[in-house]
């Protein structure tokens, strides 16, 4: 899983700017919805720019969290081994919470979508 999440992070990092520049013109359109005053489009409209939004910062997490640039050296000594099984560990915990994540994220869409 690790890996897979890796692979997709390293692929994507090159767009991380768009990604920027699409979440921020997400924020402006919900911002700019919410100042207009509240009608039933525009209460939808606002519901899919948010979840837009939510899905970016998701995107973003993961392509911050799992990019690797540089490959990890075998370990030779006892510290060494020491730090890259704790470093796995932590790794893996942090995997799980954003699997938890992302399914508490596609659970809210399904939920919000189905109003």
């Known amino acids: 899983m690790i ?11 090159p767009y991380r700017v768009v990604i920027y520049f699409i979440a921020f013109a ?4 919900i911002l700019y919805m919410l100042q207009d005053g509240s009608s039933v ?4 409209g606002i519901v899919t720019y948010l979840l837009g939004f939510v899905w970016l ?13 540089n490959t990890i050296k075998p370990a030779t000594t006892w510290f ?3 730090k890259k099984r ?6 893996n915990i942090v995997v799980s919470v954003f699997v938890l994540i992302s399914l508490a994220v596609i659970y ?4 919000l979508l189905n109003l």
């Open 41 to 44: 489009q525009q209460e939808q």
């Open 86 to 91: 704790l470093s796995g560990f932590v790794q």
């Open 108 to 111: 809210l869409t399904f939920k």
């Open 3 to 13: 890996s897979f999440l890796s692979r997709i992070a390293n692929l994507l990092f």
């Open 26 to 29: 997400l924020a402006g359109m």
């Open 57 to 69: 910062l998701l995107l973003n997490a993961m392509i911050h969290i799992f990019y690797q640039a």
């Open 80 to 82: 060494a081994r020491v």
